[in-house]
T-cell receptor
Framework: AAGVIQSPRHLIKEKRETATLKCYPIPRHDTVYWYQQGPGQDPQFLIS???????DKGSIPDRFSAQQFSDYHSELNMSSLELGDSALYFC?????????????FGPGTRLTVT | SQQGEEDPQALSIQEGENATMNCSYK?????LQWYRQNSGRGLVHLILIRSNEREKHSGRLRVTLDTSKKSSSLLITASRAADTASYFC??????????FGKGTHLIIQP
């Protein structure tokens, strides 16, 4: 069965650069969630989208923005990167809004900021 | 302390023994989930228990939920070396996003 796809899987950027992470949800899933997991930390919810509209917002820095496109894939844009942005970024998808009980996680993108 | 704290933070046991991890949370929940994460890898959903359930089983996993104490436990029976991983509980305190705990790092000694 198709799973959540994230690209790239690994990304190395320098401070003050920008990065774009992509998430392709499971087919027919209309909700996407983004999480950030720092080294040795628990995953932190960043933001979610349902039917291309922002649904909920967590601890997403102002330097980050995200959107969901008409094909339901989502992109997380990160600007003015800081060393502390180095983390594993997970995307999850679900069918329907407020379905925290049915989130399927992708493999994550490991971002390293040097 | 934060929502969804795991206890202990690290646990090392011998293969074949049972491993018990605990999670406490602060707010009311609709459900609580347990996830597993191998080192630096993705999150794998293990089991979900709803607020009106007290115990749930899945293979070698047993999860309990005590809403009066706002706590949950994950028991892995007959542990195997392949069970070595970090285990997180997650609650649905937010409308859409899960709130994860700090995780328990489980090491199974062969």
């Amino acid at each position: 069965a198709a799973g959540v796809i994230q690209s790239p899987r690994h990304l190395i950027k320098e401070k003050r650069e920008t990065a774009t992470l992509k998430c392709y949800p499971i087919p027919r899933h209309d909700t996407v969630y983004w999480y950030q997991q720092g080294p040795g930390q628990d995953p932190q919810f960043l933001i979610s989208f349902y039917e291309k509209m922002q649904s909920d917002k967590g601890s997403i820095p102002d330097r980050f923005s995200a959107q969901q496109f008409s094909d339901y894939h989502s992109e997380l844009n990160m600007s003015s990167l800081e060393l502390g942005d180095s983390a594993l970024y997970f995307c999850a998808s679900s069918l329907g809004e407020n379905r925290v009980d049915e989130q399927y996680f992708g493999p994550g993108t490991r971002l390293t900021v040097t | 302390s934060q929502q969804g704290e795991e206890d202990p933070q690290a646990l090392s046991i011998q293969e074949g023994e049972n491993a018990t991890m605990n999670c406490s949370y602060k707010t009311s929940i609709n459900n609580l989930q347990w996830y597993r994460q191998n080192s630096g890898r993705g999150l794998v959903h293990l089991i979900l228990i709803r607020s009106n359930e007290r115990e749930k089983h899945s293979g070698r996993l047993r999860v309990t939920l005590d809403t009066s104490k706002k706590s949950s436990s994950l028991l892995i029976t007959a542990s195997r070396a392949a069970d070595t991983a970090s285990y997180f509980c997650a609650t649905d305190a937010k409308a859409d996003g899960l709130t994860f705990g700090k995780g328990t790092h489980l090491i199974i000694q062969p």
